[in-house]
């Protein structure tokens, strides 16, 4: 499971700059994926780019957490076989890029 989103779970138990951290990383990711989506060279589906985003990242981090539950990364692979890909698209930069190390 990603680091940030077993943060973002227990967020409200996280100390105050921890949290506003682990939000920060999950806007700039949901803002660089809702860039993707608006393309107009890509569209995967009729839905607002914003919502994609939010869905893309729920069915990942939820496939994740399901996979490892059941002990069966299988479960993962149905799960993300459902996420639009953009592997026709220019790739932008990536979301890391311009964060504070």
Known sequence: MRLCGVLGA?????????ARETG?????N??????????????ARPEY???????????LDG???LARTLDDLSVFDDIAAGVPRASQA???PSPQSGLET
């Open 30 to 43: 949901l803002e660089w994926l809702t860039q993707l989506f608006g393309r107009e060279d890509w569209r």
């Open 10 to 18: 227990e967020i409200v138990a996280l100390p105050a700059p921890l």
């Open 63 to 65: 496939a994740m957490i």
């Open 24 to 28: 920060r990383f999950f806007e700039r």
């Open 90 to 92: 220019q790739p932008l």
């Open 49 to 59: 780019p914003r919502v994609q985003a939010l869905r893309a990242v729920a069915a």
